[in-house]
């Protein structure tokens, strides 16, 4: 994540599409984490949409990450969308997943939307 190493990490992320080496949940949040400093959070976002189309399981916790890189990224319409997203999914969602969404909210300057 220091300096210019996401590009390694998004790199090795690819090849591992790209030589059919499993993605999980894990790999796929490093990986996240990563490209949102470097690459911003619509690029983050894009690789967390990969992963669910790869068919790595949407859980609370991978979902609950997705929420916090579009709340940083000021995207709260998104972040609440994923949200509903997970009560249709039936994906557990968490008191971290929660606070990134009022978060997302408060940064979106629509904290009456976090009430509801």
Not at 51 to 75: I, N, P, Q, W
């Amino acid at each position: 994540e220091k300096g210019e190493q996401w590009i390694y990490a998004f790199q090795l992320f690819r090849e591992m599409a790209d030589s059919r080496v499993e993605r999980d949940g894990i790999t796929c949040l490093a990986a996240v984490a990563a490209c949102e400093k470097g690459l911003g959070w619509v690029r983050a976002f894009q690789l967390f949409l990969d992963m669910v189309e790869g068919r790595v399981k949407r859980d609370s916790v991978t979902c609950g990450a997705a929420v916090g890189v579009l709340g940083r990224g000021g995207a709260w319409v998104w972040a609440l969308q994923l949200l509903r997203e997970m009560v249709d999914s039936r994906v557990q969602r968490d008191t971290i997943t929660y606070n990134a969404a009022v978060s997302a909210c408060d940064k979106g300057g629509v904290w009456v939307q976090a009430l509801q």
